[in-house]
Every structure is written in C-alpha cells, then in structure tokens.
C-alpha cells in the first residue's frame, strides 16, 4: 500500500479532563473503507469530529494529517476550505441536517459555491448529475423539493450528494443507515460502496456489525476511547482475538436458534419445545382508518387477523409506516378497530365499553421502544412498580420479587429513570408489565434503541421470563434478526395489511411472499455459520 | 512552539454547563432579600415602623427625608415611612388572594375543558378567548363598574382578569401529558381515569402552573394598586401603596417623596417576584433534564 491519505496517530480528545479518545492510531488510504466499530459512549463519533476540527479545543495527537497536509496546525480559516471540499460528513439523521426550509438543490449547490469556482449554470447542471450519481429518481424534480417532503431514504441521498458534491478525498459517514428501513439501507449501502470504488477513501463509523462487514475493507474495534482490535474485516469478525470483540459478535441475534441465549454460553434445550397453548390474543379481519387534513384517509391497518397462543412468541415485521404499532394499539384496547374485533381468551376486548374492559386489562402488558417516555417523570422507580403493583400489604415483597425477576439489584428503587442507563430502563418497564402478571405482553421495539450488548441481555432475560411465566409474546421489530432469534411464528406487515404469516424457520427458509423475499435479501446479515 | 499541545485551536466547544443545584445568583440574593423584607413588613409591621401609620401632625407637613422621616412626611404630617412598611401587609394580601382567586377559577376551567366532553370544552375555551382578547386592566375595571369599587372588589377584579390566561396553559398542560406514552402505560395497566388524572396528569401539569403563578403575584401587586391610584380600590388615608400614589400626586412639585417612596415600593416587590419567579422557572426546566 502506497501513503495512506489520512493518518492518525496517538489520537486524544478530553472533555472536561474526562478522555473521550484515549490514544487512538489508524490510517485510510484512497478507495478503501475503514470502519470504526463500537458501542456508544466508545468515542467512535468524537473520533471523526476531531479529523474535521470540530471535537473543541483539546485534541492532541502526534500525527493528524491528510493527504500529507498537517490538520493539527490548520487556522479557522483553512479549516473551512477543508471540511466538504477535502472531508466529506454523512451523518445518521438527514432530516435534522438538512435545512428545513431550503431546497435540497440549494445545499448541494452551496457545497460546490464554496468549494468549486464553477459559474451557476455549470452548478445547476452538477447538482442534477450528484442527485442522479446517488440514484435520486427524477433529479430535476428533487432538487427543488425541501428535506420535509422527501422520504428518508431520499433525504439521506441528498445528504450524502451534499458531501460528495465537492469531490472529497475522504469520506465520514456517522451511522449512515441507522434511522433507515432494510431496504433503504441496502441502497445506501451500495452507494457508499460505489463511491470507495471510485477512489475516495472511506470512514464508516457504525455500531452494526452486519453493515459493517458489508462494506468495510479493515475494521477497528473501540472501547472506552481506545482500539481494541483492528485488522481485515473477515478476519476480525471471524477470528476476533480481544474478549469485547467477541461480546459484540455473540449479541448479535440473528441466526441464533430459537430458545438459545445469546451471552450465557451454558446449556440450552432448544429441543424443549414450548408447547404453545391455547390462543389467548386474536384480532378477526381488524381495520383502522385515519382521517388526514387535505390527502385521502389513511387505511393504517386493513383486515388483519392473527392469533397468538399462550406461551409462544409472534413476531411482527414491516418497515416503518407499515402499520405495527397501530396493531399493537389496536391489540391493547387504546385504538377501536372501525371493523373486527380483538378477543382476549375468546371474549370481545373490542367494541365493549371501557368499564368493562378495564378489569381484563391486567392480562395484557406493554414494553416501548422509549421507556424513559413510559414512565411518569416525576416518580422514582419504587413508586412507578409501587403504582402497577398496587398499594398492599404484600406490595414491597412483590416488588422485589419483579426486581429479581429482571435482575435490577435494590439500589435502583430510588432512582428515577432518567438517571438508569438504557438497559436498566428497559428492565423497569419489563418489571412493571410484570406486575400485574399478565398473559400477553406486548413488545414494541424493545431492544431497539439498546446497543448490541445490552439488547442481548434483554432478549435473554425476555426469554427466561417467557419460560417461567408462560407469556404470550406479541413481539415488533424492524430488524429481521432479532425477530427470528425470539420469534416462533412470523407476521410480515406492509401497507396495512399483513402479506405472509408462518412458522418462523419456514418464513426465513422460503419466504413465499414476494415482499418478504425482498425483505430478507435487502437486510445485512451476520451469519459467520456456526463454530 | 512544536509541542502537540497546540493542536485544534481552531474550534473551542463552549461548554454552557447549567446546573439545576448551582448556587444563587446575587440576583436571586436580593429578590429574597426583598421579599423577606416585604414579608417581614407585612406580618410584624411594628417591628420596622413602629409609629402610627395614620398618626396626623399639621405642623410635621412635607417635610423632606430626614435622618426622623427616612422618607418624609405627607400633606398631614403622617411619616411616609412608616406608612409605606404597613402598606406592605394590604398589598401583598391583594397581590396572592388575587392570583389565588385567579388560578383557582383556571383550575376549575382549564380541568374542566380538558376533561369533561368536548362541548364543555369548546365552550369553555370560546368564553376564555373572547375574555383574552380583553385586557386585563379593562376586565377589571368593567367588573368594579358593576359591582362598586373597595378593596374587595379589586382583589377580585384583579383575580377575574388574570383567570383566562391560567386556564388557558393548564388546559394545554393536560392536554400534552395527556398524550404522552406514561399515561397510555397507565391505561395499559388498567388504572381507572380518576386515579390517572389525580396521580399522573395533574401533578405533572400543575407544577409549571404553580411556578408560573410566582411571577403573577408581582404583577397582581402592580395592577390593584394601579385600581387603587384611580381610586377604585383601597381609599385614603388607609395606607396603601397605589392610594399613596393617588394622594401624593397634586404635591409630586412640592413633595416628590411622597409618590417616589411608594412607587419604588411597588417597582421592588413586582421586580423581585419576578426575577424570583423566572430563575425557579430556569431551575426547574434544567432539572427536567
């Protein structure tokens, strides 16, 4: 390999005399692809703010350089010349990035304004040719519409022909694909993989090891400021050598078997299969219209039936605006459906008025994607279990019982959420739809918004619960792998309606839907086959 | 130099730490240096002035401050000193019965337009709309022109014109938690409605309220003394600060003391129940994270 084009060596940034980076050397060479691996708080981001100036005052490093070009002695003027003219950002949510109330023609046109000495005409033409380099449909049309009415997928396309519009050399892209659907993600991965063939050089900073092993050449893996280990993609993610590496590839759910967990390594009978017992949660052919201001109604949900027994796990799929959570609402009696009904071990749990309902309502719990939201922000967790337990005698027993059943030490009952880390809030939540030990619980995009290690042990202590407690699961997810690790049927929803619905193995194996298909092709998988 | 140190001077992040327990600001120092004053003065009068507000004395009239009449003396000779320290007791009373009476009548509209159906709830907003379009001042004063003017009336009338803006934000308050995912895991539990706007909805909506109401009390201080300077509210010779006002008007040539004494008594206790009212906001916002 000839000199690399960026070089970092010995790179530290503190904030507040806490290290964010703590000694960090790696180097990218044009046309190749380098990811930085880790989980958050692991000073992956504040790492590709510091290569662009932006990480404050106390970056220090025996090596920062560019193509030769010192970026360690760079004057405030300079910096702006290098930032979209040298380096290029993408970050994760293109919606908060992009001006609001501008075309996204015009933030293009602004990047080759201050980069290039291109008149206007010739930039108008160059902005059409960026938009259709990222596979924008229709560039004439897009460029003139704003950030609001273009899909996130789109959106994210504009950005990223933003940041290339002045031909970097380099490359950032901060979780490219993170707030993005399967699909849309697969092209955007692709996107990035064309333009590292086309020479520039590329930093991809991502949590997700799947996307990473798609487009990355060499990975570094963080940890609390520092690289725990580099090397060749494959390599690493085949053969990882340090401890945490290891960790992160074992939380990854997919392809795990049903009923194994994913951290403890010690026994599990995924022979012992869970009898599934009578259905305890149907909706018969449910439909919910929404009525919208100036466009036509929304058919959210359209004749949907499914069923759920006791004791097994039904995983819903769909992308986003699919539909799911509108299920799920439906499901927990906060929605009426405008036809179908929802039974609730055989009796009506729709359409009956709410007096009625209220009492059978212990039978079904809910776990969100955001528990912090979920919780009265006013209350300490021992009041928000004391208020699902109910007052009694019995209370402070029940309530530490819930606390071991989610392995929460005692401590946290005095905490209020907001100061819990995630994983900890989530096993609140856990806790207080325990409570009133219910039958159903319905899990919105648990692990979602977790890292990997930490969404393992959810999904394991998810796991145990169901075999102690006998609960139904109704479990939601965007991402393929984790719903076929948890799930023993499957429900594929798009537009409303659900398009396949089966045995999970079967669904993975030969999808008989065209979208499912479609689906499954377009999610980044990480199966490294078994050892 | 050749040290790395020098690295990335460019940028400097600034780091705005705000922290909800930070020591008090001189600023709030003095409002509760005020205001405890202003408490003192109007539970033990005596205390700081122990003469008689009322005491007349023709031959002591207009006299200038004085190390004997700190703040002079009025056309009767009275010490507005220590008219101005038991003044303190009748304005302040004003001041929180009239933004009680204010945020009592909101609380009862503003819950009753979020909870009860949906008529109640456009009428009550209608109404409140119409009563905001009014100025506060004039709904005060229509409500003295019917009902007479006193002390009584004032506070009331007071209390009324503040009313529509209170219900106003504690409907939107409950309307907003209402939406929020802790109250749909409360129905998801089962908790009946009752118990869920008791437990969740009102105390997280009311706690701006009450904070909000802080700042009020300055302001209720200013407009029933504004009715008393137009001689709708307390009457001379009682010692009240808009009524000392009034009187020391034909004089503000000959004695300014006597309108300037009283004035800045307003001006001090509104100022500094305002700033007091707006760092609690400031504190209370961080603190929600």
């Known amino acids: ?531 | 130099m050749t040290a790395p140190e020098t690295a990335g001077t460019g940028l400097r992040t600034a780091h705005l730490a705000s922290r909800p327990g930070a020591r008090p600001t001189v600023g709030e120092i003095i409002s509760v240096l005020i205001l405890l004053l202003i408490v003192l003065a109007a539970v033990a009068p005596r205390l700081l002035a122990p003469g008689d507000p009322l005491g007349i004395s023709p031959a002591d009239a207009f006299q200038a401050p004085s190390w004997q009449h700190p703040f002079g003396t009025d056309e009767s000779g009275r010490d507005v000193y220590t008219r101005v320290v038991h003044g303190a007791g009748e304005s302040l009373l004003i001041g929180l019965a009239a933004t009680a009476i204010g945020l009592g009548l909101a609380l009862v509209i503003g819950i009753l337009g979020a909870v009860a159906g949906r008529a109640v709830d456009f009428a009550t907003t209608r109404i409140n709309e119409v009563l905001f379009a009014l100025p506060g001042l004039l709904l005060a004063l229509v409500f003295i022109a019917i009902v007479g003017p006193g002390v009584a009336t004032t506070t009331v009338a007071v209390g009324l014109s503040t009313a529509p803006g209170y219900a106003r934000i504690i409907r939107t308050q409950i309307r907003a938690v209402r939406g929020s995912a802790y109250i749909e895991a409360a129905v998801v539990l089962g908790h009946s409605s009752p118990r869920i706007l008791g437990r969740h909805i009102l105390p997280n909506a009311l706690a701006p309220v009450f904070v909000l109401a802080t700042l009020g009390v300055g302001q209720a201080i200013v407009w029933a003394s504004s009715l008393s300077f137009l001689g709708l509210g307390a009457v001379p010779p009682a010692p009240e600060w808009g009524a000392m006002l009034a009187a020391g008007r034909p004089y503000i040539e000959l004695a300014w003391w006597m309108t300037v004494c009283p004035g800045l008594a307003i001006v001090a206790t509104a100022a500094a129940s305002t700033a007091l009212g707006r760092s609690i906001q400031a504190r209370t916002r961080q603190g929600d994270g």
């Open chain 1, 1 to 531: 390999m000839s000199e690399p084009l960026l070089s970092v060596e010995d790179l530290r940034v503190s904030f507040s005399g806490v290290a964010a980076v703590d000694g960090v050397s790696f180097d990218v060479a044009a046309g190749e692809c380098l990811a930085l691996v880790g989980e958050s708080g692991s000073g992956k981001s504040v790492t590709a703010r510091s290569l662009l100036g932006l990480a404050g005052s106390s970056v220090t490093a025996q090596r920062l350089s560019l193509g030769g070009r010192d970026l360690l002695r760079v004057s405030p003027r300079d910096w702006r010349e290098i930032r979209g003219g040298e380096i290029g950002l993408v970050l994760q949510d293109a919606l908060v990035s992009l001006d609001p109330l501008r075309p996204v023609g015009r933030e293009i046109d602004d990047a080759l304004r201050l980069h290039t000495t291109l008149k206007s005409g010739q930039r108008r033409e160059r902005v059409i040719e960026l938009l259709h380099a990222v596979g924008m449909p229709e560039p004439e049309t897009r460029a003139g519409q704003r950030a609001g009415e273009l899909s996130g997928g789109l959106r994210q396309r504009a950005l990223i022909a933003s940041a290339i519009a002045a031909g970097p050399r380099l490359l950032i892209a901060d979780e490219p694909t993170t707030a993005l659907d399967a699909t849309v993600q697969a092209q955007v991965l692709q996107l990035l993989g064309e333009l590292r063939s086309s020479g520039t050089a590329l930093l991809l900073i991502s949590h997700d090891l799947a996307v990473v092993r798609e487009v990355s050449d060499r990975v570094a893996v963080m940890r609390a400021g520092r690289i725990v280990e580099s090397g060749a993609t494959e390599e690493v993610l085949r053969n990882p050598q340090h401890e945490y590496t290891r960790e992160l590839i074992r939380s990854v759910p997919s392809g795990v078997p049903r009923g194994v967990p994913l951290l403890s390594p010690a026994s599990a009978s995924t022979d012992e299969r869970r009898t599934a017992g009578a259905v305890i949660l149907e909706a018969r052919g449910v439909s919910k219209v929404f009525p919208r201001r100036h466009a036509a109604p929304l058919l959210a949900v359209d004749d949907v039936s499914l069923r759920l027994a006791r004791g097994s796990t039904l995983g819903l799929v769909g992308e986003s605006g699919s539909g799911k959570t509108t299920l799920a609402r439906l499901l927990l009696g906060l929605e009426e459906p405008d036809s179908g009904t929802v039974l609730l071990d055989d009796e009506p749990f729709s359409d009956v008025p709410e007096r009625s309902r209220r009492p059978r309502r212990r039978m079904l719990g809910a776990v969100y994607q955001d528990p912090l939201s979920s919780f009265d922000p006013r209350h300490s967790v021992r009041r928000i279990l004391l208020d699902a337990v109910g007052k009694g005698a019995e209370a402070d027993r029940r309530i530490a019982e819930l606390l071991d059943a989610v392995g929460l030490p005692s401590a946290v009952l005095l905490r209020r959420p907001l100061h819990l880390s995630g994983g900890q809030r989530q096993r609140v939540a856990i806790a207080r739809a325990l409570a009133p030990r219910p039958a159903v619980i319905v899990c919105d995009e648990p692990v979602s918004a977790l890292d990997v290690s930490v969404q393992a042990q959810v999904l394991d202590l998810l796991d145990e619960l169901q075999r102690e407690f006998g609960l139904a699961y109704l479990f939601i997810s965007h991402d393929l792998g984790v719903v076929q690790h948890v799930s023993d049927r499957i429900a594929v929803m798009r537009a409303g309606r659900i398009v396949e619905e089966g045995e999970a193995s079967e669904v993975f194996a030969s999808p008989s839907h065209e979208y499912t298909r479609r689906l499954l092709a377009s999610s980044p998988r990480l199966d490294l086959g078994t050892e």
